[in-house]
């Protein structure tokens, strides 16, 4: 009987993995993670979900476009569905240090049902009021905020710390093929069913992630009793970025990444109106968001596959130096056919650095803290991207969406040259030889 390099397996483990092969799997990599099932049906159920979120995504932010031709509706749109990540994902990163984490995903999975089929009513209904769809998708919003800390916080119970890498490889992997699979079925059914009927479909598949969720033991929070309790513990996350130069220079990249760079994101229907003369209800739309989500599919992957043995911290900076360039290309094309193959590209060097700077801080962190750090890692890839919308949507009126997209470059180049995280660990590991001995922080 071989012996597994990594650990001792589970029997369902070691079932699963010789199911996919005479090999075991290498530790780390994206299979590694892959064969432990109950990451694999949680895994499953959230890809579903995330296929309805595009669908829906892509959608709204047409409809939007459509029932207003305002650039700034659309920000607000955004606004509403990623703002309270800014603001609630530092409570659902407390919750997910010290409460079940099924309950919280559970509730919080349900609360999104209901506010995607609110949505749909109000479309269906003709007419619909804009500030009755911004609440409805601030309702939704408010429900992503509080469920993902949870979710990233389970993910090294699931598959074990030596496979993490894999795991966040993967993570990010459906989230980016459902960019692909989300917004193509979305490109199809809208001009079918219109956006009532896709807000269905998306409220039925909040129903796939509650069901696969219920279906695995996710291990009890190992709550940390030696530190500040309640709501003083609200600040941990923070605290541990103000002591660890590592976590700082993370998030700080992460944050000004996300409040400068992706606006062109949630200003795809913008682009693709005004500079690539797409009509946003045309299924070419949706190719323009599945070519970005494969490029995106392809970086998170690469992480777990065949850049597994590559040093994270230099993909990181490779990835924003590509991307500025990739986004400058982007910003000056007038024409859809070469806009594919680039926005591609862009979505490839995007997540491949995103992923890797998420390994990296993931691999770093105690498991005292993780939920409440990921909470500000949200906080900053999630919660920031609304702000930068909001201020995107007015210069992109006043001036143009090109503008967006060209300050969108220099800031990562910018990135390129900051993001010395080698640089930062070693300033961490000199900071705690001066101080003896140190306090663990909670």
Same mark, same amino acid.
């Given at each position: 009987m071989?012996?597994r390099p990594f650990?001792?397996?589970?029997?369902?483990?070691?079932?699963?993995?010789?199911?996919?092969?005479d090999?075991p799997?290498?530790?780390?990599?994206?299979?590694?993670?892959?064969?432990?099932?109950?990451?694999?049906?949680v895994?499953?159920?959230s890809?579903?979900?995330n296929?309805?979120?595009?669908?829906?995504?892509?959608?709204l932010?047409?409809?939007?476009y459509?029932?207003?031709?305002?650039p700034?509706?659309?920000?607000l749109i $955004?606004?509403?569905?990623?703002?309270?990540m800014?603001?609630?994902?530092?409570?659902?990163?407390l919750?997910?240090?010290?409460?079940?984490?099924?309950?919280?995903?559970?509730?919080?999975?349900?609360?999104?049902?209901?506010?995607? $089929?609110?949505?749909?009513?109000?479309?269906?209904?003709?007419d619909?009021?804009?500030?009755?769809?911004?609440?409805?998708?601030l309702?939704?919003?408010? #429900?992503?905020?509080?469920n993902?800390?949870?979710?990233?916080?389970t993910?090294?119970?699931?598959?074990?710390?030596?496979?993490?890498?894999g795991?966040?490889?993967?993570?990010?992997m459906q989230?980016?093929?459902?960019?692909?699979v989300?917004?193509?079925?979305?490109?199809?059914?809208?001009?079918?069913?219109?956006?009532?009927?896709?807000f269905?479909?998306?409220?039925?598949?909040? $129903?796939?992630?509650?069901?696969?969720v219920?279906?695995v033991?996710?291990?009890?929070v190992k709550?940390?009793t030696?530190?500040?309790?309640?709501?003083?513990?609200?600040a941990?996350g923070?605290?541990?970025?103000?002591?660890?130069?590592?976590?700082?220079?993370?998030?700080?990249?992460?944050?000004?990444?996300?409040?400068?760079?992706?606006?062109f994101i949630?200003q795809?229907p913008?682009?693709?109106?005004?500079?690539? #003369?797409?009509?946003?209800?045309?299924?070419?739309y949706?190719?323009?968001?599945?070519s970005?989500g494969?490029?995106?599919?392809?970086?998170a992957?690469?992480i777990?596959?065949?850049?597994?043995?590559?040093?994270?911290?230099?993909?990181?900076?490779l #990835?924003?130096?590509?991307?500025?360039?990739?986004?400058?290309?982007?910003?000056?094309l007038?024409?859809?056919?070469?806009?594919?193959?680039?926005?591609?590209?862009?979505?490839?060097?995007?997540?491949?650095?995103?992923?890797?700077l998420n390994?990296?801080?993931?691999?770093?962190?105690?498991?005292?803290?993780r939920?409440?750090?990921?909470?500000l890692?949200?906080?900053?890839?999630g919660?920031?991207?609304p702000?930068?919308?909001?201020?995107?949507?007015?210069i992109?009126e006043?001036?143009?969406?090109?503008?967006?997209?060209?300050?969108?470059?220099?800031?990562?180049?910018?990135?390129?040259?900051?993001a010395?995280?080698?640089?930062?660990?070693?300033r961490?590991?000199?900071?705690v030889?001066?101080i003896?001995?140190?306090?663990?922080?909670s």
């Amino acid at each position: 009987m071989r012996r597994r390099p990594f650990r001792n397996p589970t029997p369902e483990e070691g079932q699963d993995a010789l199911l996919e092969g005479d090999q075991p799997p290498a530790p780390g990599t994206a299979r590694a993670a892959f064969a432990v099932r109950d990451f694999r049906v949680v895994w499953t159920g959230s890809f579903l979900s995330n296929i309805g979120t595009w669908m829906q995504n892509v959608t709204l932010g047409a409809f939007a476009y459509e029932l207003t031709r305002s650039p700034s509706f659309v920000s607000l749109i $955004v606004f509403a569905q990623l703002g309270p990540m800014l603001l609630l994902s530092v409570v659902g990163g407390l919750l997910a240090d010290t409460v079940d984490r099924r309950k919280i995903i559970v509730t919080a999975q349900a609360g999104q049902l209901v506010g995607s $089929v609110a949505l749909a009513a109000l479309v269906l209904g003709g007419d619909p009021s804009r500030a009755a769809l911004l609440g409805c998708v601030l309702l939704i919003g408010i #429900g992503n905020a509080l469920n993902a800390p949870a979710w990233v916080a389970t993910m090294p119970d699931l598959v074990g710390r030596e496979n993490l890498a894999g795991a966040i490889s993967l993570n990010s992997m459906q989230i980016n093929a459902t960019r692909v699979v989300g917004p193509a079925i979305g490109g199809v059914l809208y001009p079918l069913v219109g956006a009532g009927g896709v807000f269905l479909v998306n409220a039925a598949t909040y $129903v796939a992630a509650i069901g696969t969720v219920l279906a695995v033991r996710i291990p009890a929070v190992k709550r940390d009793t030696t530190g500040p309790q309640g709501w003083r513990r609200l600040a941990g996350g923070f605290q541990v970025a103000r002591r660890d130069p590592l976590v700082g220079r993370i998030l700080l990249v992460l944050v000004t990444f996300s409040l400068l760079c992706l606006p062109f994101i949630g200003q795809m229907p913008t682009i693709a109106a005004v500079n690539l #003369g797409m009509d946003t209800e045309s299924l070419a739309y949706g190719l323009l968001y599945a070519s970005f989500g494969l490029g995106a599919v392809t970086g998170a992957m690469s992480i777990g596959t065949f850049l597994s043995g590559a040093r994270k911290e230099s993909i990181v900076r490779l #990835g924003f130096a590509g991307f500025a360039g990739l986004l400058l290309v982007f910003a000056f094309l007038r024409a859809p056919a070469p806009a594919y193959p680039v926005v591609a590209l862009v979505g490839f060097t995007y997540f491949g650095a995103v992923t890797a700077l998420n390994t990296v801080l993931q691999s770093h962190l105690p498991e005292g803290v993780r939920g409440r750090v990921m909470a500000l890692w949200l906080m900053g890839f999630g919660g920031t991207v609304p702000l930068g919308l909001l201020v995107a949507g007015p210069i992109a009126e006043a001036t143009s969406i090109t503008v967006v997209l060209v300050y969108g470059a220099v800031v990562a180049f910018a990135l390129f040259l900051f993001a010395d995280l080698d640089g930062a660990r070693a300033r961490g590991e000199a900071r705690v030889r001066a101080i003896t001995p140190a306090r663990p922080i909670s």
